[in-house]
């Protein structure tokens, strides 16, 4: 598996397969309402509709292997979805620790000795 994409990497890349989605069927839909009636025209439109069509499966099967990348990082790996800071970061670790010293302090017994 390659290296964890970064959530900005991910972002610019949905932006990327959802505009040439997009671009191929505006093109599609750009070709399909000429109205030409000479043969030679013909045969270049249909060649158009099927390079643009393809792409546009392409650019489906590009956002179908996106899911699936999201999907793997997230479950296997560590997608920083929340975009958690240094701040943050040094927050949830005091956190953890003040947690820590209230169990060891309860364990102790010693939350007892100061509330009497």
């Known amino acids: 598996m390659e290296a964890q994409p970064t959530v900005k990497s991910l972002h610019n890349r949905i932006n990327a397969d959802i505009s040439q989605l997009l671009q191929r069927f505006e093109n599609i ?68 620790k003040d947690a820590l010293a209230v169990k060891q302090a309860v364990e102790e017994g010693g939350l007892l000795k100061v509330a009497e």
């Not at 009636?37 to 996106?66: F, P, W």
């Open 29 to 96: 839909m750009a070709t399909a309402t000429v109205e030409n009636t000479n043969y030679t025209s013909t045969s270049v439109e249909t060649y158009q509709l099927d390079v643009e069509s393809t792409a546009l499966i392409r650019a489906a099967e590009d956002i179908l292997s996106l899911t699936r990348t999201m999907k793997e990082t997230w479950l296997f790996g560590k997608l920083d979805t929340l975009g958690e800071d240094e701040r943050d970061i040094k927050r949830r670790e005091q956190l953890e």
